[in-house]
């Protein structure tokens, strides 16, 4: 028995941070795992699952881990290879990784044409798309074919002349109104980007509600209404504090614009 547990502390042990590491493997970190996938360099089909014991994960475990329930943390050799997937408690950080993983996977800017942009006109370009969208949501569908011209020559402005610190406002905007594969895709640039301070928190913070709700979870800040009301949150009774981080208001006052009442909302979701 000491030997089996002096033995399991040379495989995984917890470092000062309390992150847990694998003897001669990295983590791979969290906003990398887009970057791997949009290579085609994030392949852990021979890796083994691992749980806090350092054992192979029980049935349970992988029946959990297959309905979305638990999180992962990759770990790579020196050669870039995945030896080792350690499940634990699954995070919002998670759930958005898993929902990129997956999307960015089908290749979601393929089908759109790309068009030819010019670099140096990009104020022009970007100042009309703006325009066009304030005038479209006036019109369901206005709304819905300007969208689509709109993300044709975001995609193509993007590719051809990058991620333009200039026109954030007009990109967060158009790809926010996109399907939620398009924004999966751009999400991690988006994020970075906002932890540098060039594009707002409650911007990435409706992005990620948005996400989540698309894709069956519960959402954190509370920034997306439905015909049903607001939709359903995560720890309802903290999100003013989660607001507060991402410089977003009380959602009391957020929610009246929609004549909705916090308390009656929280009553329909059952909280």
Sequence with gaps: MRYYAVLLFCV??????GTVTF??????????????VKAGN????????????GEPITKEQKNQLNKGLLGKDYFEDA?????????????MADKLTEIQRIKIATDPLGRF????????????????????DDQSRLNVDDMQRVDIESQQKVLSAL???????AHLSTIWLVLQHSDSDIMAYF????????????IEKSKIAAMEDQLLMFHGHKQV??????????????????????????GLGPIEEYIARWQLNFEDELKRMGE
């Design 12 to 17: 995984i042990s917890c470092s000062p941070s």
């Design 23 to 36: 003897k001669g493997l990295k983590m791979i970190p969290t906003d990398q795992i887009a970057d791997r």
């Design 42 to 53: 994030f392949n852990y089909n021979y890796a083994t699952f691992v749980n806090a014991d």
């Design 79 to 91: 050669s870039g290879e995945i030896k080792k997937v350690y499940v634990r408690p699954i995070t």
């Design 113 to 132: 044409a790309t068009i030819n942009i010019d670099c140096n006109d990009l104020d022009q370009m970007y100042s009309q798309i703006q325009s066009k």
């Design 159 to 165: 590719n051809q002349c990058g991620l333009t610190e």
């Design 187 to 198: 999400y991690t640039d988006l994020k970075r980007l906002s932890k540098a301070g060039k």
């Design 221 to 246: 800040y509370g920034t997306q209404i439905t015909v049903k009301g607001l939709y359903d949150m995560e720890d309802p009774a903290n999100v003013n504090k989660r607001r507060a981080t991402v």
